[in-house]
């Protein structure tokens, strides 16, 4: 992980490969910044030894020629690597059912 850098300097330095993610112009991110809607997913950052760092509501760039990634995050900042090989970033999107028996509206049909 790199050094902590203020919000504005990491989304400059950011923002050709922000607008080709997002789908809107240099411009538009430049005035407006980004907005809730764009962080939707929990991102993982696994290391080659082992350790693995969670982002909850966060999305991740990478500049794989240059060896550097980024991860924006709704409200833990944004947060820049150095890669090294192996080095994974995954975006996970989950789909959880939870029963609960005591607050289900399921009635078996057999009974009367």
Not at 48 to 72: C, K, S, W
Not at 85 to 99: K, S, W
């Amino acid at each position: 992980m790199k050094p902590l850098r203020r919000q504005g300097d990491v989304l400059k330095d950011w923002i050709n490969e922000l607008s080709i993610r997002l789908g809107r112009s240099v411009e538009e991110l430049a005035k407006n910044g980004l907005m809730a809607s764009d962080f939707g997913r929990v991102v993982e950052v696994r290391t080659p030894y082992g350790m693995t760092i969670r982002f909850d509501l966060a999305f991740y760039l990478v500049r794989p020629v240059l060896a550097q990634a980024v991860v924006f995050t709704e409200h833990s900042g944004y947060v820049e690597f150095e890669m090294v090989d192996d080095m994974v970033f995954a975006e996970i999107t989950e789909t959880i059912f939870r029963y609960d028996s005591e607050h289900s509206d399921y009635s078996d049909s057999a009974e009367s």
